[in-house]
């Protein structure tokens, strides 16, 4: 009887992508879509491929935009923190993706508690991305008593590669939509060249200092394809 009921509901929820493995799928009570209940191990290094047709990247600058082309600045490592929250690091850069109390991205250079983003999985395969700790407060008679009257704000990158500020954001935004892309062999290589002359990334939980970053001409290298 449990496996009829299984199968009816993978029938309903037709847009729900399949999680990769070590990972279940499950419906949060907010009704704003899936999350990925990690088991721990590894990272996940992926590349996130906004809807507007950009790659997300963090510069060792600081600085979050995003790129059309291939840039070793958009490989990212992401991790779990607990449940549905994830941190994301930028493997070249070695800073994590953080948004402060105005809404702006930027890349921190250490873990904080702006570096907490909140994972969900959407129709068609895409995530979204929104802050933990900074967000829309209801507003109103009897607007606390209503959890959905918080509007969350998200990481988005418009269609001109520039980051959008939390507040502005919505996630039915193409801007808010982003496709966790896995590496190509051309990623891969980059990595390899990375972690042979600097050894590989550390667990943002840690408190660690991140890896040393490439010299100027290793990434002219990497960006021009190897």
């Given at each position: 009887?449990?496996?009829?009921?299984?199968?009816?509901?993978?029938?309903?929820?037709?847009g729900w992508p399949a999680?990769?493995?070590?990972?279940?799928?499950?419906?949060?009570?907010?009704?704003?879509?899936?999350?990925?209940?990690?088991?721990?191990?590894?990272?996940?290094?992926?590349?996130?491929?906004?809807?507007?047709?950009?790659?997300?990247?963090?510069?060792?600058?600081?600085?979050?935009?995003?790129?059309?082309?291939?840039?070793?600045?958009?490989i990212l490592e992401m991790?779990?923190?607990?449940?549905?929250?994830?941190?994301?690091?930028?493997?070249?850069?070695?800073?994590?993706?953080?948004?402060?109390?105005?809404?702006?991205?930027?890349?921190?250079?250490?873990?904080?508690?702006?570096?907490?983003?909140?994972?969900?999985?959407?129709?068609?395969?895409?995530?979204?991305?929104?802050?933990?700790?900074?967000?829309?407060?209801?507003?109103?008679?009897?607007?606390?008593?209503?959890?959905?009257a918080e509007r969350l704000?998200?990481?988005?990158?418009?269609?001109?590669?520039?980051?959008?500020?939390?507040?502005?954001?919505?996630?039915?935004?193409?801007?808010?939509?982003?496709?966790?892309?896995?590496?190509?062999?051309?990623?891969?290589?980059?990595?390899?060249?990375?972690?042979?002359?600097?050894?590989?990334?550390?667990?943002?939980?840690?408190?660690?200092?991140?890896?040393?970053?490439?010299?100027?001409?290793?990434?002219?290298?990497?960006?021009?394809?190897?």
């Amino acid at each position: 009887m449990g496996l009829i009921w299984l199968l009816l509901l993978s029938l309903l929820e037709p847009g729900w992508p399949a999680a990769g493995p070590g990972a279940r799928l499950r419906r949060d009570a907010g009704g704003r879509g899936g999350v990925y209940e990690h088991l721990g191990g590894a990272p996940r290094r992926r590349k996130l491929y906004c809807a507007t047709k950009y790659h997300l990247q963090l510069h060792p600058s600081g600085r979050v935009n995003g790129s059309l082309e291939n840039s070793a600045y958009s490989i990212l490592e992401m991790t779990a923190v607990e449940v549905g929250i994830v941190a994301i690091k930028g493997l070249f850069s070695g800073r994590y993706l953080a948004m402060n109390k105005r809404g702006r991205l930027y890349a921190s250079e250490s873990y904080n508690a702006e570096c907490e983003f909140v994972e969900r999985i959407h129709e068609l395969g895409y995530n979204t991305y929104a802050s933990r700790l900074y967000r829309t407060a209801p507003s109103g008679p009897g607007a606390q008593r209503q959890p959905s009257a918080e509007r969350l704000w998200y990481v988005s990158v418009n269609g001109k590669g520039r980051p959008r500020r939390g507040f502005k954001t919505r996630r039915t935004q193409k801007s808010s939509l982003f496709l966790p892309r896995v590496l190509d062999p051309k990623d891969h290589e980059m990595v390899r060249l990375l972690q042979s002359g600097a050894g590989g990334p550390l667990n943002p939980r840690q408190g660690q200092r991140s890896p040393t970053s490439p010299g100027a001409e290793g990434l002219r290298k990497v960006n021009r394809g190897l």
